[in-house]
């Protein structure tokens, strides 16, 4: 059910890989509520993922770039206000990779040149797409950027490694930038923590599985799935929330509040 609330509106997604992926939601959603998109991501990842077919679909401009190159985020924003007939209104940035994940290397024997390009891929490129759009003034007042977070950001789980630390500074450079666009530009920037998600870059952390089932029984709500998420990152795009500003937003049907469920409990009890 559409309720055209971004009606009219311009966006930008970046990090749609393929149906898993939140973002597709988010692209799929936004479309849905009338606004106008291009798409964005890495070479490699259009050539591995399936972007193309949701380009397509949508009817969206694909515009290949790194998110950790200046110069390729300025042609993303240049090409979208073309394509798109003026400035932007909202943007997404979901994008994350840890190379010590991939590599299954524990966090105190972590390579620090892997480091490095967690913190650049998963966080620093945010601020890098927010001081690109700035100084293009690509975005229009009132408009939206939203960065998609973790609670590992504020809390420990074993296995989420140097990607935890992204978020950190991810969650850090929202607030701190937000406070800087807000005051100059009137844009909104917030960050959205998600319920443990199965996407494909999910997939490659250790005990996925098993720490979703977890949040599961800890959240009064459940999880929040894909297509929920991307309910509530319309909502932000929107009209609706326009004075929420430099937020870390947990969407997470509670999990970040609890301590104790009964069905945890009772797991316990019964052994």
Not at 13 to 41: D, P, Q, R, Y
Not at 69 to 75: A, P, V, W
């Amino acid at each position: 059910m559409s309720y055209n609330l971004l009606k009219g509106k311009r966006g930008i997604v970046f990090g749609a890989l393929n149906e898993m992926s939140i973002a597709w939601k988010v692209a799929e959603k936004a479309v849905e509520e009338s606004a106008t998109i291009t798409l964005s991501n890495t070479p490699m990842s259009l050539r591995m993922g399936e972007v193309n077919v949701l380009g397509e679909k949508l009817n969206a401009k694909i515009i290949a770039a790194d998110a950790t190159s200046i110069e390729d985020l300025e042609q993303v924003f240049v090409q979208s206000m073309e394509i798109l007939g003026g400035k932007i209104d909202f943007v997404l940035h979901s994008i994350g990779m840890s190379p010590n994940v991939r590599k299954n290397i524990p966090y105190d024997e972590i390579d620090y040149g892997n480091l490095d390009k967690t913190l650049d891929i998963s966080a620093i490129s945010f601020h890098k797409m927010m001081q690109t759009a700035k100084k293009l003034d690509a975005i229009a007042e009132g408009g939206s950027i939203l960065a998609l977070t973790h609670i590992a950001a504020q809390r420990t789980f074993a296995g989420y490694n140097d990607m935890a630390d992204a978020k950190a500074l991810l969650e850090s450079i929202a607030r701190s930038f937000g406070y800087v666009y807000g005051k100059d530009k009137g844009v909104r920037v917030n960050t959205i923590s998600q319920s443990p998600t199965l996407t494909t870059a999910g997939q490659g952390i250790s005990g996925m599985t098993s720490f979703i089932d977890f949040a599961e029984k800890m959240s009064p709500l459940g999880n929040a799935n894909a297509d929920e998420c991307a309910d509530y990152c319309i909502v932000m795009f929107s009209d609706l929330t326009r004075k929420v500003t430099m937020q870390n937003l947990f969407h997470d049907g509670g999990f970040s509040n609890m301590g104790m469920s009964s069905s945890i409990a009772e797991e316990y009890i019964s052994r």
